[in-house]
């Protein structure tokens, strides 16, 4: 069964920042495009960044120059490094392939608020 557990989530200042992760299992890893996405309240879903199998990355615009995806194909998982926090950016964010293939897991809440 296909898990994708995400976590690094908080509450966190404007200007701060924060490490998410999304350990994965049950598939191919490396096999996939892995991306992050967020819901925000009221908002649909949206893909913040994705990353290749090969390790290329893709952002929003909305977060261009301030988080950084990465993977670690040893460990099935891949990161989210997000800097210069927005309020904006408060949302649950959950990852999946690129094709968004599996199932949503649980998200991880990130508040940026003072």
């Known amino acids: 069964q296909v898990q994708l557990v995400e976590s690094g989530g908080g509450l966190v200042q404007p200007g701060g920042s924060l490490r998410l992760s999304c350990t994965t299992s049950?598939?191919?890893?490396?096999?996939?495009?892995m991306g992050w996405y967020r819901q925000a309240p009221g908002k649909q879903r949206e893909l913040v960044a994705d990353i290749t199998i090969g390790g290329s990355p893709s952002y929003a615009d909305s977060v261009k120059g301030r988080f950084t995806i990465s993977r670690d194909n040893a460990k099935n998982t891949v990161y989210l490094q997000m800097n210069s926090l927005k309020p904006e950016d408060t949302a649950v964010y959950f990852c999946?392939?690129?094709?968004?293939?599996?199932?949503w897991g649980q998200g991880t809440q990130v508040t940026v608020s003072s």
């Open positions: 999946n392939t690129g094709e968004q293939r599996w199932d």
């Open positions: 049950g598939f191919i890893f490396n096999l996939y495009t």
